[in-house]
Structure formats: structure tokens, C-alpha cells
Nanobody
Framework: QVQLVESGGGLVQPGGSLRLSCTASGDILTINVMGWYRQAPGKGRELVATMSSGAITRYADSVKGRFTISRDNAKNTAYLQMNSLKPEDTAVYYC???????????????WGQGTQITVSS
């Protein structure tokens, strides 16, 4: 069993900041990429930011310069620091990780339960 548990969502005013955390636990051998995706009402799920185990990052153009992804590999945890939040950032944010379970030969994608972020005055 592998679980991803997210925390840190909520309501924030435009221009404010939030930090999301995602911790992977269970029968984990290795974790490759960890990242965040989001889904706004009526839209598809889109990439927000990812970071490889080698610290290579990737960001959506819409969040570059405002969001920062980081990882603590010793804790199997990824963070998303979100600054200068805008109403269009409102969405459910999902943690994603490519994890190799101890009984598998390759990595598989796992998803967190999602956390709501609402940016509104």
C-alpha cells in the first residue's frame, strides 16, 4: 500500500500565499517525480509543477515566478509554495508521485485525495 496525503489548502485573498505539503508513505522503494496538478471547475486537470528526484523542475507558464516546488527526499515529502495568488488559481490541487512499490518492477503513478484552494476577496 502507498498513500499520498496532502495538506495546506484553504481560502486566501488575492495576492496572498499558501504552502501545500504532500507526504508519501507505505511500502515505497523509490520515488521518481513528485508534483502538483490542479483542476478548476469545468476544466481538465493540468500540470502545475513537478520535481524529479534529481531536482529538475518543471512549471506551468501560468505559475512561473509565483510558485516554487521543493522536496525533502528523506521525508518523502514535496512542497508547493504559492505566492501572489490570483483568483484564476482557484482549483482542487492534487499531489502526484511516480513511486516504485517494493513488490513492483517499475514506477507507477499515485495521486493524493486533492485539496481545495480558493482565491477570493
Amino acid at each position: 500500500q502507498v498513500q499520498l496525503v496532502e495538506s495546506g489548502g484553504g481560502l486566501v485573498q488575492p495576492g496572498g500565499s499558501l504552502r501545500l505539503s504532500c507526504t508519501a508513505s507505505g511500502d515505497i522503494l523509490t520515488i521518481n517525480v513528485m508534483g502538483w496538478y490542479r483542476q478548476a471547475p469545468g476544466k481538465g486537470r493540468e500540470l502545475v509543477a513537478t520535481m524529479s528526484s534529481g531536482a529538475i523542475t518543471r512549471y506551468a507558464d501560468s505559475v512561473k515566478g509565483r510558485f516554487t516546488i521543493s522536496r525533502d527526499n528523506a521525508k518523502n515529502t514535496a512542497y508547493l509554495q504559492m505566492n501572489s495568488l490570483k483568483p484564476e488559481d482557484t482549483a482542487v490541487y492534487y499531489c502526484n508521485a511516480e513511486i516504485r512499490h517494493i513488490s513492483r518492477w517499475r514506477t507507477e503513478p499515485y495521486w493524493g485525495q486533492g485539496t481545495q484552494i480558493t482565491v477570493s476577496s
